[in-house]
């Protein structure tokens, strides 16, 4: 710049041959010198304060001071132990709250865990809501696992940020490793995540040593997803139907969707078994939609019949779900009032503002909503009352237990007279004896579902059932396991 100047300057003064004018060009040239020191200065001052390795939110190292201190400290037969922590429910903090609570959030978690670490382990901000913690030494690991029970012990305690109150907690993967094993800083880091998730899928808060077999898990979860993601695509999932009777007449009175996955090898794949996987990986979402638009045109034909649709806690979860079930009953023409969404204490447990709000929208519809598996959980009469379910389910595990345990049948006994003041219908699930039947049935049960009635079946099968049938004037033990296994 300052030779383009000084080329100028000379043209100049050679055109007009006026000293004066050249010498307002020197000055000129100088300010830009000085303009440019200045500025050279700033940015000296700029990569001065920026620090490389330095987490600027939470003022902890970073992901990149991790595998440096990781470098340094793996070599010889040190013990390194590292955890990998992910707060479980930072992004609803920052969709209720925004990031100004979430940034202050982040700031009072790298605290705790500062903390806890004290002068024995090194913690670091990995990005978003996942930091690490490094140590090497002598029971390395022993001593990581005991800071890591202490953060998660410290974090489920409500934090109250800008006069709201917050609870976060944390779900903790731990590894170790020895500078014989040859391990990098990534994979130790990778096995941490494994571990990690593996904390989540068993209900969060708490931590878990990475395994072989985790990871053996891992794969297959993830080979089982992409087979998931294919299955969806190339339609071989169906849908069968549990009949629910009237607990006095035995007629069907609903109907509950159940998804069925048959490989095109023949081979059925449980529910427990993939639904779980699709939970995790998300894809639950468009599994459960698919399985509402599936139901929703199957039942449109069974009149007077109500049509029962299990919901995820993703689903729940989604802010997008109330608009995308609205659609599907206008695209179907299913009416709202028979339509009957089940929804298990775990869906508003993890987020019960969330829950709350699309249930408010989903009965706007005109849609009910039943609380399903009561009885293994969560759920107090404040619970009840709170979320004003139509129909309360009792799980299985109780109707069973009743049988055999006095305490398990005055809980059963408690449970419908709470729903009877709180003017909700009650329904049994998995009766499978006339025993269980006359049990649920004496202990005020308005329906009843399980084997010793109808087993699920395809759509195809469930008219020949129907009130309107006249093969449906049959008693209980004529009745009895009609349907597909």
């Not at 077999?213 to 069968?240: I, P, Q, S, W, Y």
């Amino acid at each position: 710049m300052l030779a383009l100047v000084l080329s100028a300057v000379a043209i100049t003064h050679g055109l007009t041959g006026n000293m004066i004018f050249a010498v307002g060009v020197a000055a000129l040239i100088g300010a830009i010198c000085i303009g440019g020191f200045r500025l050279a200065d700033r940015r000296i001052a700029l990569q001065g304060c920026f620090k490389p390795d330095l987490d600027s939110l939470s003022d902890l190292p970073n992901r990149r001071a991790l595998h440096r201190d990781f470098a340094a400290s793996s070599s010889g037969s040190n013990e390194v132990a590292m955890a990998l922590i992910d707060l479980d429910s930072f992004k609803q903090v920052n969709d209720h709250f925004g990031h100004f609570v979430g940034d202050e959030l982040i700031r009072r978690c790298a605290e705790v865990i500062r903390d806890k670490c004290g002068s024995e382990a090194n913690c670091y901000r990995l990005g978003g809501d996942e930091f690490a913690i490094l140590m090497s030494g002598i029971a390395s690991g022993t001593i990581v696992e005991g800071i890591c029970r202490k953060i998660i012990s410290t974090l489920e305690k409500p934090v109250t940020i800008s006069s709201r109150e917050v609870v976060v907690g944390a779900s903790i993967g731990l590894a170790k490793s020895v500078g014989a094993d040859g391990l990098t800083s990534s994979e130790l880091l990778r096995r941490c995540d494994v571990a990690m998730y593996a904390s989540k899928r068993a209900g969060k808060m708490r931590c878990t040593w990475f395994s072989e077999g985790l990871d053996r898990n891992r794969e297959a979860m993830l080979e089982m997803d992409d087979e998931l993601r294919k299955a969806l695509t190339n339609e071989e999932f169906v849908v069968h139907y549990q009949p629910l009777v009237d607990a006095e007449s035995r007629e069907i009175v609903a109907i509950e969707s159940l998804i069925r996955w048959e490989r095109p090898d023949g081979q059925q794949v449980s529910p427990n078994v993939f639904i779980p996987v699709a939970e995790e990986s998300g894809l639950i979402n468009a599994m459960g939609l698919w399985v509402l638009r599936r139901a929703c045109t199957d039942a449109l034909d069974w009149e007077g019949i109500m049509l029962s649709v299990n919901i995820s806690a993703a689903q729940l979860r989604n802010p997008e779900f109330p608009v995308q079930l609205g659609h599907i009953l206008e695209e179907t023409g299913f009416p709202a009032e028979r339509l009957e969404l089940e929804i298990t204490e775990t869906c508003l447990v993890l987020d019960p503002v969330v829950a709350e709000r699309n249930l408010d929208v989903i009965r706007g519809f005109g849609v009910n909503v039943s609380l399903d598996d009561f009885g293994t959980g969560y759920a107090s009469i404040g619970f009840l009352r709170q979320f004003r379910f139509e129909k309360l389910k009792l799980d299985r595990s109780l109707v069973v237990d009743a049988e055999t345990d006095e305490g398990s049948r005055a809980m059963m006994l408690s449970s419908v007279t709470v729903a009877r003041a709180l003017k909700m219908g009650v329904a049994a699930e998995g009766v499978e004896t006339e025993e269980q039947a006359h049990l649920v049935r004496s202990a005020g049960c308005d329906q009843i579902q399980g084997w010793l009635y109808y087993k699920a079946m395809p759509a195809s099968e469930v008219s020949q059932y129907l009130p309107s049938n006249d093969e449906t004037d049959l008693s209980a033990g004529s009745v009895q396991n009609r349907g597909a296994a």
